[in-house]
């Protein structure tokens, strides 16, 4: 079967977007961000686009685009759409395809449907990305917590940030899940201080047997 991942997060605006680039990029597979909230500036894909190395059309447009840059359910009503569940089948290719959420895993699509149920039904695994700052030892927790409630599966964390060992170190041991790697912040950030940065700080051979 050709690896299809999941990428979501703890929280927003935590890197899960850049570590997407690195990684469809070193996959040499496509990227799908099926929701995106927020046109004003670059978006998801484009950052990807522009990071990822991947020639084109590895990009796959969004399913949906709303215009505010908020939790997807209330862009949409802002918007006058209704997301609707059924619209986010995922496609199936034949190189990897990595797939990036929007926010953390219960962020609302709909008033009735979280991005955790839509990743229930796809029971695809999952590279679950967490700060290494001050509180993501709770949030992280909580988040693996809520994918094993449903049995869906988790391949590991990947850090994003300044190292911080025993923070690290602590989510592992209690979360018992396997560290992928850690991608501290970049600058400049461009797509080769990303690629040389997920080649080596990922173990890519840990990500591709995690189906």
């Not at 505010?68 to 006058?80: K, Q, V, W």
């Not at 590991?156 to 560290?179: C, K, L, Y």
Request: with cysteine; proline share 7%.
């Amino acid at each position: 079967m050709t690896k299809r991942i999941v990428v979501t997060g703890t929280d927003t605006e935590i890197g899960k977007t850049v570590f997407s680039a690195g990684l469809a990029g070193l996959l040499d597979g496509f990227y799908w961000k099926p929701v995106q909230s927020g046109l004003d500036e670059e978006t998801d894909s484009e950052v990807v686009a522009r990071l990822s190395g991947l020639p084109d059309g590895r990009v796959l447009p969004e399913v949906y685009r709303l215009t505010m840059p908020l939790s997807p359910h209330r862009s949409a009503e802002i918007d006058g759409v209704a997301i609707e569940a059924d619209d986010l089948s995922f496609p199936v290719l034949p190189t990897p395809l990595v797939i990036e959420g929007a926010g953390g895993l219960m962020v609302p699509l709909n008033r009735q449907t979280r991005f955790i149920d839509i990743f229930e039904q796809w029971r695809l695994p999952v590279i679950l990305c967490a700060r290494t700052a001050l509180g993501t030892i709770n949030h992280t927790l909580l988040s693996i917590e809520a994918l094993r409630a449903r049995s869906i599966p988790l391949i590991g964390i990947a850090f994003m940030g300044e190292e911080v060992a025993d923070t690290q170190r602590t989510i592992v041991e209690f979360g018992g899940v396997p560290q992928l790697g850690r991608l501290p912040h970049l600058g400049p950030l461009t797509g080769e201080t990303l690629r040389d940065a997920m080649i080596s700080g990922f173990d890519l051979a840990m990500i591709a047997g995690g189906d």
